[in-house]
């Protein structure tokens, strides 16, 4: 990654790098979009890079994602940065697991959370009968806990109707035995 973190420095963007992800983020006010078109100017260097070291950045998979107060980022939503005819600039990203919109509400995360555990409470709820208690909460643990409990803090100042979408789901959890105060979740 050292080539391409000079490459990004070089053009005074920050970034992260988490196994093969590469996120490039900026700063900035509403009025500043020169910022923008600096971050434009670093993906198109280093998707000239990649190329040039038998590398692929995927267009498909890159997104960009403008965060800020709706009022403040409205002029902004005209900006779309094209790579290979595709159009990156997005609602909602997922990063770590985590899916991320410009206002940092975290409804469509909350949501896919409450989904993925109630698409697996149901499926435990099917095997309850036939397996020991034990056996049923580390299924518990496995395939719900950790999905709720996952990246919780970030929460924190999410509104009560959002949390309580959690908070039920948690409910179902402390009626199995056993399963008392598992997942604190933040309250608002």
């Known amino acids: 990654m050292l080539p391409l973190g000079n490459i990004i420095k070089k053009h005074g963007i920050s970034f992260h ?3 093969d992800d590469t996120q ?3 700063s900035t006010r509403p009025d500043e979009t020169s910022k ?7 993906v198109k260097t280093v998707k000239d890079w990649m190329t040039n ?3 692929l950045l995927n267009s498909d998979k890159t997104e960009i994602l403008l965060i800020g ?3 403040n980022t409205q002029n902004l939503l005209t900006y779309n940065l094209q790579l290979d005819g595709c159009t990156v600039t997005s609602t909602t990203v997922k990063s770590l697991g985590v899916i991320l919109d410009g206002n940092l509400s975290f409804e469509n995360h909350i949501s896919h959370v409450t989904k993925t555990a109630f698409f697996h409470l149901r499926n435990i709820a099917k095997l309850r009968n036939m397996l020991p208690v034990s056996d049923t909460e580390k299924l518990v ?3 719900m806990t950790s999905r709720l409990d996952y990246c919780n803090a970030l929460l924190g100042g999410c509104p009560g109707s959002s ?11 402390e009626s199995l035995p056993g399963q ?5 979740l933040p309250q608002s």
Do not use: R, V
């Open 17 to 19: 790098c988490y196994a």
């Open 24 to 26: 490039l983020y900026i």
């Open 36 to 42: 923008l078109l600096k971050l434009t100017e670093c």
């Open 53 to 55: 070291n038998f590398q």
């Open 69 to 71: 107060p709706k009022n």
């Open 141 to 143: 643990h496995a395939f």
């Open 163 to 173: 949390i309580n979408k959690l908070q039920s789901k948690m409910q179902l959890l």
């Open 180 to 184: 008392e105060n598992m997942i604190i």
